[in-house]
């Protein structure tokens, strides 16, 4: 614990993962104070990089939504100490706890007027596509368009549960952040990510039963992935 | 609905694996996997599920993205101070 590094004007010691560790296991002040400093820094840098989200909210209120975030990141590290593995630097990974922590404040804060019941229980299915209208294809790429489709609604309607249209609705289409529907279904971000997933299998699944790869069909329309 | 939602659609589906990592898998693997590509290694050959997941929610993406320029400022030793941020909110 050599050398220093100068962060809001003040110095902090520089630690080694296993000196983090023993200092903030002991409870040292000065280690609890450089890391409430740390992630009170990725909390101010989360929130100013992510406006798309908290644009609305004056200086004062992002203000005392990073220090929020900041004590919350601290009070969840200080719990999950014993689980720091060491395959990377300790403040990366206290960065990881305090980004998590702002990004989750500020889509919170961007979607709070927003109806999702609105979205989520939404009727609409694909369409369309950049190819659908164009009167100058030939009718045997016409016609295989349409098929694809109709496979791709077909798909959607009767193979997916209602729980997995509402979340492809409002997450994929609508581009609802998942930790919103996390928190209006009172669920959990591994839980849906997996009903996500499990849709995009039988979404796939279904498309190639019916002779279609998913890739063929981005190439059809002129999107290759 | 629009063209370009039919093809995020379709772009997922076709990038879909049988096996993909969880959300928190993700959560535990991004420090390691920042702090690799920050010392210019490619994490994504040891990693590969990692990126993988990273195509498919956007939430993990954007805070991958956001720890990953936090790193590599400090890296380069160009952390911003405290007090700058709190100008520029």
Not at chain 1, 158 to 165: C, F, V
Not at chain 1, 208 to 214: E, L, N, S, T
Not at chain 2, 24 to 51: I, K, M
């Amino acid at each position: 614990m050599a050398v220093t590094a100068s962060m809001q004007g003040t110095t902090m010691a520089q630690r080694t993962n296993v000196e983090w560790l023993t200092a903030l296991g002991d409870g040292d002040d000065a280690a609890l104070a450089d890391l409430r400093t740390y992630v009170l820094r990725a909390a101010l840098f989360t929130l100013q990089r992510a406006r798309h989200h908290v644009g609305h909210l004056g200086t004062s209120a992002l203000g005392q939504l990073a220090e929020d975030c900041a004590q919350e990141s601290l009070a969840a590290i200080l719990q999950r100490l014993g689980t720091f593995r060491g395959e990377s630097q300790f403040t990366t990974w206290a960065y990881t706890f305090a980004v998590n922590m702002a990004l989750l404040a500020a889509r919170r804060e961007r979607w709070a007027s927003v109806s999702l019941d609105h979205i989520l229980d939404g009727s609409e299915t694909p369409s369309s596509t950049s190819g659908g209208h164009d009167a100058t294809l030939d009718p045997e790429r016409r016609a295989l368009q349409a098929e694809a489709v109709a496979a791709i609604r077909d798909a959607i309607e009767h193979h997916l549960t209602a729980r997995q249209k509402q979340l492809l609705r409002a997450v994929v289409f609508e581009q609802v952040p998942l930790d919103e529907v996390v928190r209006h279904w009172g669920s959990n971000r591994n839980a849906l990510y997996k009903l996500l997933h499990d849709a995009r299998r039988k979404l796939k699944s279904h498309l190639h039963a019916r002779g279609f790869d998913v890739e063929e069909i981005l190439d059809l329309f002129g999107a290759r992935a | 609905m629009s063209v370009s939602k039919f093809e995020r659609l379709l772009r997922l589906a076709s990038r879909t694996q049988e096996q993909e990592l969880s959300c928190t898998e993700c959560f535990d693997v991004l420090p390691q996997y920042v702090d690799l590509e920050v010392a210019g290694a490619a994490p994504e050959r040891e990693l590969p599920l990692f990126r993988q997941h990273l195509e498919q929610c956007a939430v993990c993406r954007e805070e991958y993205e956001t720890v990953r320029e936090l790193a590599r400022l400090e890296a380069e030793g160009r952390s911003p101070s405290i007090d700058d941020l709190r100008r520029s909110l």
